[in-house]
């Protein structure tokens, strides 16, 4: 059965640092892993997706790695906004029994001005 | 602009009432998703539908049930056999094939009263 983690579960920094959030999965069957951005009571924003065949992706200040043989990927933001405090989400889009994305808990992040 | 609503917003149920959450999509998305999400749990799958007239059980089906008669719609009925059913309730939807993504709508709050 696939298992998502993502850790820490929460984070807080003061603006204008870089950081990293992790996710880790248990098979690596799969065929995508996105990355969301939810707001408190608000619904899903879809931040990167990276395919199986990707190593990586890109959009702004953000930049996603996936490695499908150790199970892990990372989101690192750069140079960190208030307005990034979020609650960050690890999904992937598992192959085996019945295409599905699986989530992690999420990763809770502050930033302070 | 495509995309997918949910409606209503906010819905309160009494004991015993069934209600019925809805899901339309614009996207022209084969398939078509319900998670459900509490606090602490992350988001868990309830059902899902691949194509119209045809639709699966998650892993927390128990208490609910689903309809695809349009590719547009797919509406999610809350029963009184929920026994827990307060929760943030996320339609999702994403087009045939393995490797796209998925797309979430802004999600319906249910609270028992």
């Known amino acids: 059965k696939q298992e998502v983690t993502q850790i820490p579960a929460a984070l807080s920094v003061p603006e204008g640092e870089n950081l990293v959030l992790n996710c880790s999965f248990t098979d690596s069957a799969i065929y995508n892993l996105q990355w969301f951005r939810q707001d408190p009571g608000k619904g899903l924003t879809s931040l990167l997706l990276?395919?199986?065949?990707?190593r990586e992706q890109t959009s702004g200040r953000l930049n996603a790695s996936l490695d499908k043989s150790s199970g892990r990927s990372t989101l690192y933001i750069a140079a960190s906004q208030p307005g990034d405090s979020a609650t960050y989400l690890c999904?992937?889009?598992?192959?085996?029994?019945?295409?599905?994305?699986?989530f992690g808990q999420g990763t809770r992040l502050t930033i302070n001005p | 602009d495509g995309g997918i609503t949910q409606s209503p917003k906010y819905l309160f149920r009494k004991e015993g009432q069934n209600v019925t959450l809805s899901c339309e999509q614009n996207l022209n998305h084969d398939a078509m998703y319900w998670y459900r999400q509490d606090p602490g749990q992350g988001l868990r799958l309830i059902y899902y539908?691949?194509?119209?007239?045809?639709?699966q059980k998650g892993d927390i089906a128990e208490g609910y049930s689903v309809s695809r008669e349009k590719k547009e719609s797919f509406p999610l009925t809350v029963t009184s056999a929920q026994k827990n059913p307060t929760a943030f309730y996320l339609c999702?939807?994403?087009?045939?094939?393995?490797?796209?993504?998925?797309?979430f709508g802004s999600g319906t709050r249910l609270t028992v009263v």
């Open positions: 999702a939807s994403k087009p045939t094939g393995g490797f796209s993504g998925y797309t």
């Open positions: 539908s691949q194509i119209v007239n045809d639709f």
């Open positions: 999904a992937v889009d598992k192959v085996r029994e019945g295409q599905k994305l699986v």
């Open positions: 990276i395919q199986s065949s990707q």
